[in-house]
């Protein structure tokens, strides 16, 4: 198992930038795949990004590429998530994920990725 905590949202302004972070526990955070998702107020919950257990890899929401950079460092047990050129629809609670693997499930059904974390806030004014 792997526990997941979420830092760095807050306010901020149209067109500006934040990171988040996302904590993780255990000794296997490395054999994890891992990810964001949004939830915004009344909708379901939505891929953001993603990136392989190694870091080689990662993939993007097509309303994200562009705005946001994934990275992860395995020897602080810690994955990013860097967004710029904010909106005000990007306003969500954002969600860091992890899985044994990456799968379409990511993107077609969110809630079936097994670890999660408890949120992490960002509002966008405009």
């Known amino acids: 198992q792997v526990q997941l905590v979420e830092s760095g949202g807050g306010l901020v302004q149209a067109g500006g930038s934040l990171r988040l972070s996302c904590a993780a526990s255990?000794?296997?955070?490395?054999?994890?795949?891992m990810g964001w998702f949004r939830q915004a107020s009344g909708k379901g919950r939505e891929f953001v990004a993603s990136?392989?257990?190694?870091?080689?890899?990662?993939y993007y929401a097509d309303s994200m590429k562009g705005r946001v950079t994934i990275s992860r460092n395995n020897t602080k047990n810690t994955l990013y998530l860097y967004m710029n050129s904010l909106k005000t629809e990007d306003t969500a609670v954002y969600y860091c994920?992890?899985?044994?693997?990456?799968?379409?499930?990511?993107?077609?059904?969110?809630?079936?990725?097994?670890?999660w974390g408890k949120g992490t806030l960002v509002t966008v004014s405009s």
């Open positions: 990136i392989t257990s190694s870091g080689d890899s990662t």
């Open positions: 994920a992890a899985d044994r693997q990456i799968g379409d499930y990511w993107r077609l059904n969110p809630y079936a990725v097994n670890y």
């Open positions: 255990g000794r296997t955070f490395s054999s994890y795949a």
